[in-house]
């Protein structure tokens, strides 16, 4: 880390030209999110946020994938409701929900970077940033109906207004990878480059923003959370209730031990 003055477990942060690089890395696990990586992806944010060196923010994976979601062995941190299933309201609410709130929030251009696969909340944070570059193997995945689940982390808002209600009813519904030039074509997402000059291309257009008029970009980014946001605080909340009631199914269950063992899981509809 370089001139950051802050060390975190599972998210390494670099500053250089006035961009903040913020890299998801739990590399073993293809950056799945755990208690501590909640943790730490938030305060990276909030110290990028308050950084005035900090210009423009570029979030990336380390190793193979951007992130492949929840980490199953840790999808509550432990937090379970009175019936003795995962909490994952309160994980959604006060762990992942900030993070998103404070990308759509910082006054700064995000950009993603998207290396490998981004799945479940994982794809939610590519999703919430403001451009998205990804390389020609990534590919995209809202991979929570697989696991009797249903889309979190904002994506039930950040899909449709991207690329509309039909497309955005069939990647959540039919849980297939979206490969990153059917993204583009999508319009899911602004660029794609190929692989060896991901990291590359990334940082030049975030430091192509951070020489720009910042002012500008923080003005454009309240009119489109305006527009388009306005209700995300609502919708959150609406996406935590109803994964509560999807983790006290016998679906989930079914699912994660299915997905953890894997083979193909047999879904009751209960």
Known sequence: MSGTGIALETVNVEVAEGVATVELNRPETLNAWNVQFGADLLAALAHVASEDA?????ITGAGRGFSSGADLRDVSGGDETPEGRPDVYKTLTERYHPIMHAIRDVPKPVVAAVNGPAVGIGCSLALCSDLIVAAESAYFLLAFVNIGLVPDGGSSLFLPTRIGMTRATELSMLGERLPAAKALEWGLINRVVPD??????????????AAGPTSSYAGTKRQLNNWLYSRMEEQLELEATIQQEMAGSSDFVEGAMAFIEKRPARFSGA
Do not use: D, S
């Open 54 to 58: 900090v210009r423009a923010v570029l």
């Open 196 to 209: 060896e000059q991901l990291r590359a291309e990334a940082h030049e257009l975030a430091a192509r923003l």
